[in-house]
Nanobody, 127 residues
Framework: QVQVVESGGNLVQTGGSLRLSCTVS????????MAWFRQRPGQERSGIAC????????SYVESVEGRFTISRDNAKNTVYLQMDRLKPGDTAMYYC????????????????????WGQGTQVTVSS
């Protein structure tokens, strides 16, 4: 049984930083790409960052590129999301999920490509 646990969310002021963590158990972590998603109030969950199995390849959506950095530590079964220069528009529940393969393939940002989810961690950015 795959378990996903996100942590690190908090209330932060505009321009601040946060580091989210996500630990996965129940699968061979290093065999899979990992993605971070977020769900803003009233919106669907959508992918924002993805990292390949060994961490060499990363992908970001335009709204976070240059501000967020995804990384992973396969020895700890953990993926991270460093978020800098946060904006009120980043307020959302953040989730991570293991991909279906080792790489961030096309349309990696589609929720329907992922099957295992945690409870998420709330990030609130005040203006």
């Amino acid at each position: 049984q795959v378990q996903v646990v996100e942590s690190g969310g908090n209330l932060v002021q505009t321009g601040g930083s946060l580091r989210l963590s996500c630990t996965v158990s129940g699968l061979t972590f290093g065999d899979y790409a990992m993605a971070w998603f977020r769900q803003r109030p009233g919106q669907e969950r959508s992918g924002i960052a993805c990292i390949s199995w060994i961490g060499i390849d990363t992908s970001y959506v335009e709204s976070v590129e240059g501000r967020f950095t995804i990384s992973r530590d396969n020895a700890k079964n953990t993926v991270y999301l460093q978020m800098d220069r946060l904006k009120p528009g980043d307020t959302a529940m953040y989730y991570c999920a293991p991909g279906a393969s080792a790489y961030c393939s096309g349309a990696w940002y589609w929720e329907s490509k992922y099957n295992n989810w945690g409870q998420g961690t709330q990030v609130t950015v005040s203006s």
